[in-house]
């Protein structure tokens, strides 16, 4: 395939308004097709509101959120089922049957960098995943007395308040948010206070589920910490079965991590086409964010790493300040984010645009590595840290043959010296964030619907005497983002260049 195409999918010479607007709007489309049904069929519980509301809907929105969802792909049905699977999990565990249920999830409250300049506002993965709601330091609490098979949902959220709104925009306020998030009933934050207290006390005994650890509103936590205290509740984590809830992605996760992904891929392509000697990693870091934005992105999935020749030795370098040798390999390491999914991905390739022979011969190793790995998911199944031991079997293999490692070293050592030369995990699961539930271990065999990256690298510092002089201060890394299915696993950033006379194709051929 003529490495140009890859740019031709969406942008041409030129990320075009038009040819941007056409795919979303065919992908708005397939995505009310696939879930939205005709209003006749609607329940009366599931409608989203009309006016203006404290973040987009299919009402002010259209173009971002398709008709009857009420975030992009996701309907009101779906987050509720989800409530409903979590309570389930929670009130199953073991000695906590016959108990009263309180569960807390927080929002993130904002994060100021200084005074009254505040960060991106980004909202609690979880509490996300469970209600749509954007506003910030907003409460769900789901209440399951012992006595009773349901559970009730207050929704604490930020009343209207015409002074507040002068400043940071419009809320939706307690009168609309039941509606909007189709939760049982809606209170201003102001109340949560007495509410806990009240409820905790009343509902002996029972359990309170809440994230003590790294808590994402710190302002609640001391009231949580009080109503313990009064009402003698245990303290459990939902975090745990919320996590092995979000590593299995639905079908509308499935759709949007396609699109975050292929968003970030046709990106880093962009960024190859603008690379040329003289220019900033700075600059290369500009094009890919503004791609992405021009896309469809919110913004970056996390600051990425664009780092020029020996500077890709560092596995965390995000400078991004130094100009582009002509002999050097460029990596990056980008994502974007689409509606909170993620996609990451990593990419290495020849400033110049054309491999050296040694270059090439490190980059071909780990492609192939990668390669065979992303078989391994569909053959086996394997858990991640199995994915990694395989990483490092076929990494030292390959050194040893290409004469970069010595034969006569044993297979342990050779897995060690492997290791050595790629230090980071081969993999981890993608979603919400970039490390997608991390209390689902890395042991657990891989499943269907699962999302997760394949990230094989060689990382030869300029002064590691181990290796040949001709490959030393050279940083390779090849990611992918694969879709487990019940068949052959799905790369879902499969637009993004990686074979060598496809990158060689694209590096060079568009200005800046």
Same mark, same amino acid.
């Given at each position: ?100 249920? %309180?569960? *807390?999830? #927080? @929002?993130? $409250?904002?994060? !100021?960098? &200084? ?25 769900? %609490?789901? *209440?399951? #007395? @012992?006595? $009773?098979?349901? !559970?009730? &949902? ?37 109340n949560f206070n007495n509410f806990l207290h009240r409820t905790v006390a009343a509902s002996k005994p029972s359990v309170l589920w809440y994230h003590n650890e790294t808590p994402a509103n710190p302002d609640i936590h001391e009231t949580i910490r009080s109503s313990l205290r009064q009402g003698q ?98 990596l990056i390491d980008a994502g974007c984010q689409r509606w909170l999914y993620n996609s990451d991905i990593s990419r290495t390739w020849p400033v110049s645009g054309k491999f050296s022979k040694h270059h090439r011969i490190l980059y071909e190793l780990v492609l192939s590595v990668q390669k065979r ?128 006379h496809d990158i060689e194709a694209i590096v060079g051929k568009q200005n800046i």
């Amino acid at each position: 395939m003529n490495g140009i195409k890859y740019l031709s999918l969406r942008f041409g010479k030129l990320v075009t308004k038009n040819s941007t607007r056409v795919l979303r709007q065919k992908y708005l489309r397939q995505m009310s097709t696939m879930q939205n049904p005709p209003d006749s069929e609607l329940k009366p519980q599931f409608t989203i509101p009309k006016g203006i509301v404290g973040q987009p809907t299919c009402h002010t929105h259209p173009h971002l959120v398709p008709h009857g969802h009420l975030t992009c792909g996701i309907t009101q049905m779906e987050y509720k089922e989800r409530r409903e699977v979590l309570v389930s999990k929670l009130i199953g565990e073991v000695d906590n049957v016959h108990r009263s249920h %309180v569960i *807390v999830i #927080p @929002a993130a $409250r904002k994060q !100021y960098m &200084s005074d009254k300049i505040p960060y991106v506002f980004r909202q609690n993965s979880d509490f996300f995943y469970l209600t749509g709601c954007l506003e910030p330091s907003a409460i769900l %609490v789901m *209440v399951k #007395p @012992a006595t $009773r098979d349901t !559970y009730k &949902s207050i929704l604490f959220v930020h009343d209207k308040d015409s002074h507040a709104e002068l400043w940071e925009g419009p809320r939706t306020g307690c009168n609309v948010a039941a509606t909007l998030f189709a939760v049982d009933e809606a209170q201003p934050v102001d109340n949560f206070n007495n509410f806990l207290h009240r409820t905790v006390a009343a509902s002996k005994p029972s359990v309170l589920w809440y994230h003590n650890e790294t808590p994402a509103n710190p302002d609640i936590h001391e009231t949580i910490r009080s109503s313990l205290r009064q009402g003698q509740a245990a303290l459990e984590d939902p975090q745990r079965a919320l996590h092995q809830m979000r590593v299995v992605k639905s079908p509308a996760e499935v759709e949007l991590m396609k699109e975050t992904c292929y968003i970030g891929s046709q990106s880093v392509n962009m960024a190859m086409a603008c690379t040329k000697p003289g220019v900033s990693e700075h600059a290369i870091s500009s094009v890919f964010e503004y791609t992405c934005r021009m896309s469809g992105a919110e913004h970056g999935a996390f600051p990425p790493v664009v780092a020029g020749g020996p500077r890709a030795t560092h596995i965390h370098y995000v400078a991004n300040n130094q100009l582009l040798d002509p002999r050097d390999m460029l990596l990056i390491d980008a994502g974007c984010q689409r509606w909170l999914y993620n996609s990451d991905i990593s990419r290495t390739w020849p400033v110049s645009g054309k491999f050296s022979k040694h270059h090439r011969i490190l980059y071909e190793l780990v492609l192939s590595v990668q390669k065979r790995l992303i078989e391994l998911l569909g053959e086996q199944r394997p858990a991640l840290d199995q994915l990694f031991d395989h990483m490092c079997r076929l990494l030292g293999t390959s050194l040893q043959q290409e004469g970069i490692l010595p034969k006569n070293i044993d297979t342990n050592e050779l897995i060690g010296r492997a290791y050595r030369l790629c230090p980071h995990h081969v993999s981890h699961y993608l979603g919400l964030d970039v490390h997608d539930a991390p209390l689902v271990r890395r042991r657990v065999p891989v499943c269907a619907n699962m999302v997760v990256t394949v990230e094989p690298g060689i990382y030869i510092r300029p002064d590691d005497t181990t290796v040949p002089e001709e490959f030393r201060g050279v940083g390779i890394r090849i990611e992918d983002d694969v879709l487990i299915t019940e068949g052959d696993p799905i790369v879902l950033t499969d637009a993004c260049a990686k074979e060598v006379h496809d990158i060689e194709a694209i590096v060079g051929k568009q200005n800046i």
